[in-house]
């Protein structure tokens, strides 16, 4: 899947709420232009949800030096449900809310939670549906590989 993130300053919002996610997105995409950013669509009811956030604060810690970020999309219709598992599953990247799905309708998000890693150039190289912890030293091999390029 190679997917340019340019594409989405062309996606037309239909509400505030969509369109303030939408430009979250769009400023943390230009302040980390040049890095590999993961991209992650999370919702609070989503149990390996819970397993990919202490998984997501060790990558930013490990590999921000290097030019990595990690950006999360919150799919919950009411906020107040984010910031509950966010107490219980703290966050050191950042959090974009998203009650209205646009985001996860434009990158055709099938599943919760999924994943976007997008190389230094803005290109989606790799995408996944779930989180598997016997799939996580893929998910690094990708991420490192990405790094040294």
Not at 64 to 93: C, H, K, M, W, Y
Request: aromatic share 10%.
């Amino acid at each position: 899947m190679l997917t340019t993130l340019a594409l989405l300053s062309h996606a037309k919002a239909n509400n505030l709420s969509e369109s303030s996610a939408k430009m979250q997105l769009d400023t943390l995409i230009a302040q980390h232009h040049g890095d590999v950013i993961y991209v992650d669509f999370w919702a609070s009811w989503c149990g390996p949800c819970r397993k990919s956030f202490p998984w997501m604060n060790k990558m930013q810690n490990e590999h921000q030096a290097q030019g990595f970020t990690v950006i999360s999309i919150n799919l919950d219709t009411e906020q107040r449900l984010a910031t509950e598992f966010l107490r219980e599953n703290p966050a050191n990247f950042a959090v974009i809310y998203d009650p209205n799905g646009e985001l996860a309708r434009f990158f055709k998000i099938q599943g919760m939670p999924s994943s976007l890693i997008i190389n230094k150039l803005g290109e989606i190289k790799y995408a996944h549906s779930g989180f598997f912890t016997n799939k996580v030293s893929q998910y690094e091999q990708e991420i490192q590989q990405l790094l040294a390029l």
